[in-house]
């Protein structure tokens, strides 16, 4: 699929994830858009190296996010021997945000969970629908090494 086409998909997705959140935004507490995500049911997928220093956006990972979701990253560089980056696609970053965690790691692979939702302090307010390349740092446990970077999304 080419870059254009990429891009008003992914506009097309968050428009549509946007529509969605419209409604009741109380803070109850049983309210599912308010809870956050922390697994996933899809099958790992493997993203590709990357050089560092792709054009993406650096993101801050978020300590809460209201509405989050697993999103899948389709890159990632080495940083040093425990530290990568992963590059993915999200919204405007004064709306969205993103955090980051290996969830599995074996002797072969480790397996990065990336979650993104909107940032509390922007639940309420009208962002605008843009689709932004985005990097986030993630602390490995332990040092990559040869062992191949999946996505948990």
């Known amino acids: 699929m080419s870059y ?12 549509t994830a946007a529509c969605a959140g419209c409604g009741n935004t109380g803070s109850d ?16 997928s493997t993203p590709v190296e990357g050089e560092p220093g792709l054009p993406a ?12 979701h697993p999103i ?7 940083l040093g021997d425990d530290r990568i980056a992963v590059v993915f696609e999200t919204g405007s970053p004064e709306c969205y945000g ?10 072969s692979t480790v397996t990065v969970e990336l979650l993104a939702g909107r940032k509390p ?3 309420n307010r009208l962002c605008t629908m843009i689709a932004v390349t985005g990097s986030l740092e ?16």
């Open 4 to 15: 254009p086409r990429r891009v008003a998909a992914l506009a097309l997705l968050l428009g």
């Open 29 to 44: 507490a049983n309210n599912p858009a308010t809870q956050s995500v922390s697994s996933t049911t899809a099958a790992p």
């Open 57 to 68: 956006e650096p993101f801050t990972a978020a300590p809460t996010l209201v509405g989050a």
């Open 72 to 78: 899948p990253f389709t890159s990632y560089s080495r």
């Open 98 to 107: 993103v955090a980051g965690s290996v969830s599995a790691e074996s002797d």
């Open 121 to 123: 302090e922007a639940e």
């Open 138 to 153: 993630i602390q490995l446990p332990s040092p990559l090494g040869q062992r191949l970077v999946l996505s948990a999304a």
